[in-house]
């Protein structure tokens, strides 16, 4: 990203007023409510009303690999390519139909009701903080795709959004209906690494990236996909040392460490401004470890390029797999994968263990708020190549250790 990121007065510029792309196209509503953004909200409908190919007419021939075999992140005309959502139809398309979807999310707006639901959990090192970073691999589910993973001593924080609402105002876009199980001040002190999986703002979040900096400063590194660097360095501060600009299939070490960290392809895109679609790259991160190996997938529909990246790193020890955020299906489809996929993704990574991450936390779409939980547990324990404790879902605040 460029100059244009940088912040005045605590807020991101122009470039950034789009937010509100994100929140209509996985809720459909929300921006509506935003007279002033009236104007802004139609001239991108108009201009995403046509399918995505259309983004890229000169569009090479897919596949691209590399000399493995392994599917290559590419260009065209300056635009990232997703070539797995290529027929994907535009936001004009679902807007014209978003009146016949019904909302079956009936989320409670009781807060008695949804603590009983839905609990959010006090994270283990706040009561005994001797405890973190010792051997082995686990992960911590913070909320949303936020998570934070121990891989053999070394501790990297996912997706981290700690905000109240997955917007650039707080006061407008998607609200959360369940908090995140801590704080960054309540984060523990050696965290070592964050990885971004994307640039929408339930996982790229400024305020969070800036109370972490403000905290951690260059004793964490932070491993992004390519563009997003620019955003880090200029807008949040973070030394040009500390940032990991990557595509997919790039490995590098995490300093101080013998911790491998690999991006790894998934099926999503880009956005955070009016004209900038796809100018970042998005992707899943696999944290390889001496003794154990972790994946995340951050925000994905399905593809085949989870089979590679099975083949390549796996079998892995410990996956966060999203699971939530697919309702309606002929539109998430392309971008978010719902439970029955979800285990597809765990067989193809060959995980030993795997936790559902992306739901119960914002509301995104419109299955019923705690469908990804049931669908889950049923389809891994009726598999008989999966099984119910092979792929489980926690509260917010509780770990999952493989």
Not at 157 to 162: K, Q, R, V
Not at 220 to 231: A, K, M, R, Y
Not at 356 to 377: C, D, N, S
Request: proline content about 6%; some cysteine; hydrophobic content about 40%.
């Amino acid at each position: 990203m460029t100059p244009e990121h940088k912040a005045i007065a605590g807020v991101p510029q122009f470039k950034n007023l789009s937010t509100c792309v994100k929140c209509i196209l996985i809720s459909g509503c929300c921006c509506l409510l935003v007279p002033l953004l009236g104007f802004l909200v139609l001239v991108v409908l108009v201009k995403m009303g046509s399918a995505s190919s259309q983004m890229y007419p000169n569009a090479t021939e897919w596949p691209v690999t590399n000399d493995e075999g392994l599917y290559m992140a590419y260009q065209d005309g300056g635009k990232w390519v997703n070539w797995w959502a290529r027929d994907r139809p535009g936001v004009f398309s679902f807007f014209t139909k978003v009146a016949a979807i019904t909302d079956m999310s009936n989320i409670p707006e009781s807060t008695e009701a949804l603590n009983e639901a839905l609990p959010v959990r006090e994270p283990y090192w706040i009561r005994e903080p001797d405890r973190f970073g010792r051997p082995g691999i686990r992960a911590t589910w913070l909320g949303h795709a936020s998570v934070l993973a121990e891989v053999d001593g070394v501790s990297i924080l996912a997706d981290p959004i700690f905000s109240e609402r997955a917007s650039l105002f707080q006061w407008a876009g998607p609200k959360r209906y369940r908090p995140p199980a801590c704080t960054v001040s309540e984060l523990p002190e050696s965290l070592d690494a964050v990885v971004i999986s994307h640039s929408h703002y339930d996982h790229l979040d400024y305020n969070s990236c800036m109370d972490l900096q403000r905290r951690y400063g260059d004793r964490l590194h932070w491993f992004v996909p390519s563009g997003i660097g620019g955003f880090l360095r200029d807008s949040i501060g973070v030394s040009a040392a500390q940032v990991h600009d990557m595509v997919w299939w790039e490995e590098e070490t995490l300093p101080g460490t013998n911790v491998t960290v690999a991006f790894t392809p998934n099926n999503h895109w880009s956005r955070r401004g009016l004209m900038d679609e796809n100018d970042d790259l998005w992707g899943s991160w696999s944290v390889l470890g001496p003794q154990n190996k972790f994946w995340f997938g951050g925000d994905t529909g399905y593809c085949d390029g989870f089979v590679q990246i099975g083949r390549k790193y796996g079998p892995f020890d410990l996956s966060a797999i999203p699971i939530g955020a697919y309702y309606p299906r002929w539109f998430m489809k392309w971008v978010h994968v719902d439970p029955s996929e979800a285990i597809m993704v765990h067989k193809d990574l060959m995980s030993k263990k795997s936790l559902g991450i992306h739901w119960g936390t914002f509301k995104l779409t419109k299955e019923y708020y705690l469908e990804p939980r049931e669908a889950i547990q049923e389809l891994a324990r009726e598999d008989p190549l999966v099984g119910a404790d092979a792929f489980q879902t926690v509260n917010i605040g509780e770990t999952l250790e493989a």
